[in-house]
């Protein structure tokens, strides 16, 4: 897969990781946590990409892939969902525990504001734009939203990948610990939320 990736962006470009951008949300097997620190690696010595035209194809990419699942959060039921993610799901590597943790993730953290943290969440950033369609978030505030957390993530690990060059698949060892980070901050904002709605 590697060298599938990295033929991609050589030969097409920007064109090429905005592509494996959308692929990512559709196709989970390939990860934005390789394509965009590869992307970020390329354009250090490639004359025809530059690192700020590297992170505006990736979000893009990454932002229309990810307005799939909204869009499809808005056609159908939550039960609908769950059953085809039982009988087809295998075939994307989806299962019904990745539907649940974002809709845990979505329900837990109370607002909007959870569609742009999620986009930096793995394991919850594709998926957390489902609950957002069920329950029919406004499309506005959640493109601006998804967009904030999708720039962020595109544009760290591009950076990263840049910084680090040739060892730019370093990047994926410190992404966990920071993604544990994230989640236990998010854990104790919906307690104090829950909390605070409780008193009221």
């Known amino acids: 897969m590697f060298n599938w990736i990295t033929t991609w962006i050589e030969s097409l470009g920007y064109l090429g990781i905005f592509g494996l951008m959308v692929l990512e949300h559709l196709f989970p097997p390939i990860p934005s946590e390789l394509v965009m620190p590869l992307a970020g690696f390329v354009s250090r010595s490639s004359t025809g990409l530059n690192l700020a035209g590297v992170i505006v ?41 990745d539907i649940d943790k974002a809709f845990d993730f979505f329900q837990k953290s109370g607002g909007s504001w959870v569609v742009g943290v999620g986009r930096i969440v793995p394991g919850v950033r594709t998926y957390v734009s489902v609950p957002a369609g069920l329950s ?34 370093q990047v994926q060892q410190w992404i966990s610990p920071v993604s544990k980070i994230v989640l236990i901050t998010l854990a104790i904002a919906a307690v104090v939320w829950v909390i605070k709605r409780r008193q009221r």
């Open 57 to 97: 194809a990736g979000s893009l990419g990454s932002l229309l892939g990810a307005s799939a699942w909204y869009v499809l959060g808005r056609l159908i039921t939550q039960d609908q969902l769950m059953e085809w993610v039982r009988r087809y799901g295998r075939w994307l590597t989806l299962k019904p525990r």
């Open 136 to 169: 029919h978030m406004p499309l506005l505030p959640y493109l601006i939203y998804s967009a904030l957390g999708t720039v962020l993530w595109t544009g760290a690990l591009a950076a990263a990948g840049y910084i680090l060059g040739d060892q730019f698949e």
